[in-house]
């Protein structure tokens, strides 16, 4: 297997992977900690699940105190100038939307899409990590389900009223997503990651979300060419 081949190959303490696991690392910290402020942003769009959404948010604030751990663990200085820079368009879409009141276009942001992206980024993680960050990733990634979740139901519920407007907003946010999964592309490969992977594990979580959605197939495939525009 390719995977136990990776596995042997890396060394945690190398320069070339605690450089990697530097900007990785903060990236992982940083989306964290704006996972945390858009579930704050959500719990005040949507009273009515305030305490389920700020719920939310405490959990990805202890996802940050988790990885930031990692850093530590392995003497790394995580590189959160380079991280804020990386989020900084999924951040400017997410505002735009909380400011004009675009709730569903918040969900589909945070709750799928980006829930998506961390999902399918800490599976590909978890068997080439060292084994402090494996057991702690395995931990998050169980977490990450039931945000995905939420946004999941909610957009059902609404499905007739937000369509639209999810399928604008779609447009706007894989594009974003891809070209920052290719920006990182070299770092993932020196934590033994495969980029290729990603791309499919997300494919594959979100369109099965869409379904969930209410979209038929063939508009599920429309919704995912968007990402070749990036
Ligand atoms: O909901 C969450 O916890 C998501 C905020 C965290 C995002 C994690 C972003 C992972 C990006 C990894 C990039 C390298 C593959
Ligand atoms: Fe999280
Ligand atoms: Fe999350």
Known sequence: MSQSL??????????TYRDSFSRINGIVIE???????????????LPEFSQELIQLGKMERGHRKSF???????DVIPDLEMAKDFFADLRQLFKTAEIQQKIATCLLIQSLVIECFAIAAYHNYIPVADN??????????????????????WLKQHFAEVKTEIEIANRQILPIILRMLNQVESDVKALGMNKLEIVEEFMVNYGEALHQ??????????LSSQALTA
């Open 68 to 74: 930031e751990a990692c850093g530590k663990n392995l």
């Open 31 to 45: 989306g964290e900690q704006e996972a945390y402020d858009n579930f704050i942003s959500l719990a005040e769009l």
């Open 213 to 222: 959605m209410g979209f038929k197939t063939t508009e599920i495939l429309r």
């Open 132 to 153: 402090f960050a494996r057991k702690i990733t395995q931990s998050v990634v169980k977490d990450e389900y039931s945000h995905l979740n939420f946004g999941s139901i």
């Open 6 to 15: 990776a596995t042997k190959k890396l060394d945690y303490n190398s320069d």
